[in-house]
């Protein structure tokens, strides 16, 4: 009769294997450190505002370029002219 292999004993020893696959630093545990200690400060951008700011200020610019050139180009081919109503009655 054959062994039966359950899905879970699969499954636990891939993971077994995955996590002890994983190399480690010197005194480190890859789960987790020391209880009570501090681990180290995560990586910061300092520079992620400025980036922000110029993204969003060179977008609204060429975007507004680009409305701005095709709005004179559909009035000076006459495709789209803006009437001249006055509704100050």
């Known amino acids: 009769m054959a062994t039966k ?3 879970q004993n699969v499954f636990r020893a891939f993971l077994n294997y995955a996590i002890n696959s994983i190399p480690t630093q010197t005194g480190i545990s890859v789960t987790s ?3 009570g200690s501090v ?3 995560p990586f910061t951008n300092k520079a992620g505002v400025l980036k922000l700011l110029f ?3 060179s ?3 060429l975007g507004g370029l680009i409305a701005h050139k095709g ?4 009035e000076e ?3 789209f002219v803006p009437t001249d109503e006055d509704d100050d009655d």
């Open 71 to 74: 709005a004179s180009y559909l």
């Open 59 to 61: 977008s609204l610019y």
């Open 55 to 57: 993204v969003s200020a």
């Open 5 to 7: 292999v359950s899905v």
């Open 39 to 41: 681990g180290q400060r």
């Open 33 to 35: 450190a020391a209880p």
């Open 77 to 79: 081919n006459e495709i």
